[in-house]
């Protein structure tokens, strides 16, 4: 049977364990983040000299492209999904922080409920007066590295598609190329408007800035559903 003492250990003991397994995926996120684009020039690499020369060697550049372009997207979300979880340690986990202890499922649901019910501008309005202007930008600094090591192949693909099409210029050549640089222009799009680095450097503070906002207006609300016996066998099992 658990003493008063021990029960009001566990949640503390369920902090820390979150703790860590947060940090865990903050780990593997950023490995997933480098290697990943280091494994698709690689493979594609291995492609140019195994294919025989052809057709199949001329949809590699826009293929290589096109893989490269989800894989950006694909990397944005981890990076900021990352970005989520630095803010929400540093809001609700830390020390420092004032606001009681939800666990990360339910502190997700609000996160998603709050930015759901504004739009962007009343977002950013909120959460001016929970950002530190001294702490932006912040750590996102490795991105323009990722970024490169998107841009360096997708440039290098370019070139083989046009010398490609130097050495068989045919009907199909025609075809790969222009899907080549329409493959590029999707890419440099992607590039330099929604994940340009000057929108990528905020993204820590931001999210724990929209944390604070979440965390004050949750902790303003009356609990919901636990009645007045409930309510005072929780304060009891607090004490």
Known sequence: MNTPSSAADEPNDLRCSEYE???????????????????????AGVAAIQL???????????????????NLWFTVNRIRSNARIVGYIAAALEPANEYSWLGWENAVRLHRKWTKARTPARRASDIKPYQDPEAMPDAMTFYPMVLFLHIVPVVFAVIASGFALGNQCSMTGIAMFVLTIATCGVFAWLALRPFHPDRMIYLIEEQRAIWLAVLHEHSARPIAGISGAASQRCEGVAK
């Open 52 to 70: 025989p020369e052809g057709a199949s060697v001329l949809a590699l550049p826009p293929l290589l492209i096109s893989v490269l372009s989800v």
């Open 21 to 43: 397994s947060l940090r865990e995926e903050l780990l593997q996120n950023k490995q997933y983040v480098f290697e990943r684009p280091l494994v698709i020039i690689a493979a």
